[in-house]
């Protein structure tokens, strides 16, 4: 077994892992794009997995699972934000041989436009037994129990380039970005139950400042005080009942004040950090709570973030947006564009985990979006860029991003700072691509 680190971003690779990683080649799919292919654990444990990118899903269909009932026992991890639904379609067979699976909030028009006949009798007839799939923030795994030989293999990377082939254009036909992009409501009920109850009257300068006070508050509430009562008890009858009777009175009420008041404050911790206000923990809402505070003391307006990347399908992004942010860029000068906070920790949603512990490589990016009067040429990204900045150049957008170790680690005054050196980089750009228009190469007849 090899010890290389693989990014669990789907539920099969997270079981994969656990199994244990034997190899890892490149491949390239029959529509030229790039991925993966790993064998994992031996005998019962063994499968074989494809990992590609669908970008274009992450606005529509955020997650999915297509399990073959009798390969794969039990449904993937859940966020505690998030509920995985089962779907049934038209087909008895399809439903009989697999359990579907999308979030709470998927439209369900565009689920069943994705498995259409065509496709459904496709997967009743072609993939063999044990096929199935998953799609996680834009990431595609496709699998198959056991070793496979080389024919099979081969075999697999054709599915794979057919199920991605399959979504990619099922999502290109959604052009308006704002029919069936998925949907959170849960989550916003809960955001907003939590602003008010908190009460964040100033913009807090960090994340972790709001934080702060998301968890001083939950701290206050009264279920997170009975909790820590509860678990202070069982702390003291279990410590303090033995000495109680076997040494005295005296010893017995030493050995609960000793350990009672540790662990009434260690469950105090732990409950204010657990309560949530519907499904909103206090780190997402000193998230939330930040970001709108940064916004309106910026001038910035909060935007849709799943339509963004519905109209953003082919924009290469660090990620999935967090928060997009609209309007004047700060301390550029008065060039408008979004604002963007990227997450890039698809790990969480496929290990059931609301924070990734991973510190290899950053878990997010900061960008900003501007666009051009008109297309601008490859040449435009041809800037001096400070350290560890990064510039795309799609038509006439310019996008300039930055990785950052997490999303919970902004503070006012660094965003700040990178807004203006990403502007900079921005503007520069923009003159670039006006001075490669106004002195264009000549063309040469050979």
Same mark, same amino acid.
């Given at each position: 077994?090899?010890?290389?680190?693989?990014?669990?971003?789907?539920?099969?690779?997270?079981?994969?892992?656990?199994?244990?990683?034997?190899?890892?080649?490149?491949?390239?799919?029959?529509?030229?794009?790039?991925?993966?292919?790993?064998?994992?654990?031996?005998?019962?444990?063994?499968?074989?997995?494809?990992?590609?990118?669908?970008?274009?899903?992450?606005?529509?269909?955020?997650?999915?699972?297509?399990?073959?009932?009798?390969?794969?026992?039990?449904?993937?991890?859940?966020?505690?934000?998030?509920?995985?639904?089962?779907?049934?379609?038209?087909?008895?067979?399809?439903?009989?041989?697999?359990?579907?699976?999308?979030?709470?909030?998927?439209?369900?028009?565009?689920?069943?436009?994705?498995?259409?006949?065509?496709?459904?009798?496709?997967?009743?007839?072609?993939?063999?037994?044990?096929?199935?799939?998953?799609?996680?923030?834009?990431?595609?795994?496709? #699998? *198959?129990?056991?070793? &496979?030989?080389?024919?099979?293999? $081969?075999? =697999? @990377? %054709?599915? /794979? +380039?057919?199920?991605?082939?399959?979504?990619?254009?099922?999502?290109?036909?959604?052009?308006?970005?704002?029919?069936?992009?998925?949907?959170?409501?849960?989550?916003?009920?809960?955001?907003?139950?939590?602003?008010?109850?908190?009460?964040?009257?100033?913009?807090?300068?960090?994340?972790?400042?709001?934080?702060?006070?998301?968890?001083?508050?939950?701290?206050?509430?009264?279920?997170?005080?009975?909790?820590?009562?509860?678990?202070?008890?069982?702390?003291?009858?279990?410590?303090?009942?033995?000495?109680?009777?076997?040494?005295?009175?005296?010893?017995?009420?030493?050995? #609960? *004040?000793?350990?009672? &008041?540790?662990?009434?404050?260690? $469950?105090? =911790? @732990? %409950?204010? /950090? +657990?309560?949530?206000?519907?499904?909103?923990?206090?780190?997402?809402?000193?998230?939330?709570?930040?970001?709108?505070?940064?916004?309106?003391?910026?001038?910035?307006?909060?935007?849709?973030?799943?339509?963004?990347?519905?109209?953003?399908?082919?924009?290469?992004?660090?990620?999935?947006?967090?928060?997009?942010?609209?309007?004047?860029?700060?301390?550029?000068?008065?060039?408008?564009?979004?604002?963007?906070?990227?997450?890039?920790?698809?790990?969480?949603?496929?290990?059931?985990?609301?924070?990734?512990?991973?510190?290899?490589?950053?878990?997010?990016?900061?960008?900003?979006?501007?666009?051009?009067?008109?297309?601008?040429?490859?040449?435009?990204?041809? @800037?001096?860029?400070?350290?560890?900045?990064?510039?795309?150049?799609?038509?006439?957008?310019?996008?300039?991003?930055?990785?950052?170790?997490?999303?919970?680690?902004?503070?006012?005054?660094?965003?700040?700072?990178?807004?203006?050196?990403?502007?900079?980089?921005?503007?520069?750009?923009?003159?670039?691509?006006?001075?490669?228009?106004?002195?264009?190469?000549?063309?040469?007849?050979?």
């Amino acid at each position: 077994m090899t010890r290389e680190v693989v990014r669990q971003v789907t539920p099969a690779l997270v079981a994969g892992v656990a199994a244990g990683l034997r190899e890892r080649t490149e491949i390239e799919l029959a529509d030229g794009a790039k991925g993966e292919l790993f064998e994992f654990g031996e005998g019962g444990s063994a499968s074989t997995v494809v990992l590609t990118r669908v970008r274009s899903s992450v606005a529509f269909i955020p997650a999915l699972a297509c399990r073959d009932r009798a390969a794969i026992a039990g449904r993937p991890a859940e966020l505690p934000a998030e509920r995985w639904e089962e779907t049934d379609l038209e087909s008895g067979a399809f439903n009989r041989r697999y359990l579907l699976l999308s979030l709470t909030g998927q439209d369900p028009g565009l689920l069943r436009e994705l498995f259409s006949p065509s496709l459904i009798a496709w997967l009743e007839r072609d993939p063999p037994s044990g096929f199935s799939f998953e799609l996680n923030e834009g990431f595609l795994t496709v #699998a *198959l129990p056991g070793r &496979l030989t080389e024919v099979e293999r $081969g075999r =697999l @990377v %054709s599915l /794979a +380039s057919d199920v991605s082939t399959r979504i990619e254009a099922e999502i290109a036909e959604e052009g308006d970005a704002s029919l069936d992009v998925f949907e959170e409501p849960e989550e916003m009920r809960g955001i907003e139950r939590g602003l008010a109850d908190v009460g964040f009257e100033d913009p807090p300068e960090s994340v972790q400042d709001a934080i702060a006070a998301a968890k001083a508050r939950a701290g206050r509430k009264p279920a997170s005080l009975l909790r820590a009562l509860r678990t202070a008890a069982i702390a003291v009858a279990v410590a303090g009942t033995p000495a109680f009777v076997f040494v005295g009175p005296a010893a017995g009420v030493a050995s #609960a *004040l000793l350990i009672g &008041l540790p662990a009434l404050y260690v $469950g105090w =911790l @732990v %409950s204010r /950090a +657990s309560y949530r206000w519907g499904v909103i923990s206090p780190d997402r809402l000193g998230l939330e709570a930040w970001t709108r505070g940064y916004a309106e003391s910026r001038g910035l307006a909060l935007e849709d973030r799943w339509r963004f990347h519905g109209s953003n399908k082919d924009l290469p992004m660090p990620g999935f947006c967090d928060h997009v942010l609209a309007g004047t860029i700060p301390g550029s000068g008065g060039i408008s564009g979004e604002v963007l906070f990227v997450g890039d920790a698809a790990e969480m949603r496929a290990t059931g985990q609301e924070i990734a512990f991973v510190s290899d490589r950053p878990l997010a990016a900061s960008a900003i979006l501007v666009e051009a009067a008109g297309d601008l040429p490859e040449s435009a990204a041809n @800037v001096d860029l400070p350290e560890e900045y990064r510039i795309e150049i799609r038509g006439r957008q310019i996008l300039v991003w930055r990785p950052v170790q997490g999303n919970l680690l902004r503070t006012a005054a660094g965003t700040d700072r990178f807004c203006e050196r990403a502007a900079t980089v921005a503007r520069d750009a923009l003159e670039a691509g006006s001075r490669a228009k106004a002195n264009p190469k000549p063309v040469v007849d050979p």
